[in-house]
């Protein structure tokens, strides 16, 4: 059994021969870029350059020879940004492929939100004249070369999609914005959620027709609660965020069987 064969195994309800193990294939299993570095050198690991993906986290997918040693299932494919962040040296702020502004944190390890590119929003056709980015190869760069070194011997997973039901949309309105348009009846949550609904599907499209064929698992997330407590009511998930996963996540499996 080789480690794709495990992990579906596995996901079938099936026992394998071990239990899988995954390391770095999702950003929420990946190392800060300072503790791989750090535990390539503590074990004496081949450096085979570093691959950062997740800007703002600062993580990175692992390097090969991490995953080697520790015996590994997966493998990330996980898409980059269609543009480098591009740096406001005047206010220090980076700024993604959404809009979304970043400040660094003082440690230097991570980024912290500072500029959400929808909170002056007044009207739903505030929300619906601002342009999201269009795909291009540039998120596709080193797909093709994993698949090939990859593919058939370990579980593919497809990376990059986000929060995109609830997280994002948080950050492009702004937080307390989001939050509060959620109970509102102005049409600003429905028009965010419908909008960004829109935009991934498409995304979805793009990245699945180039890759679709060959990826394992689809990753999709959103983080809907504190250390504490939920974020939000069930009442509003179930009404607002809920149906606009399904539809997501319908689609997604409907594009790949």
Known sequence: MNSRERVMT?????????IPLDI????????????????????????????????????AVPDESILQHFGADTRSLYFDEVHPWRHDAEEDIFYDQWGLGYKKNPDGYY????????????EPEDIEAYEFFS???RMLAGLDERIAQFKGEFCLVLEGFRE?????PSAIRGHENFYMDLISDDGMADALLDKILRHF?????YILD????DVDIVKVADDLGTQS?????????????????AEFYAHIKARTG
């Open 10 to 18: 596995a996901l079938n309800h099936i026992s394998p021969d071990r």
């Open 111 to 122: 980024f912290n939100f500072a500029k959400h590119p929808l909170a002056d929003a007044e």
């Open 229 to 245: 407590s939920l974020l939000i009511s069930p009442e509003t998930y179930r009404k607002m965020i809920k149906p606009r996963q």
């Open 164 to 168: 995109s039901m609830f997280g994002l």
């Open 201 to 205: 599907k498409n995304l979805a499209d």
């Open 210 to 213: 180039k890759v679709g064929d």
């Open 24 to 59: 770095g294939a999702i950003n929420n299993t990946c190392m800060h870029v300072t503790i791989q570095d750090a535990l390539k050198k503590r074990l004496g690991l081949q450096d085979n350059g570093t691959m950062v993906r997740g800007y703002s986290l600062g993580v």
């Open 135 to 137: 795909p291009n190869e």
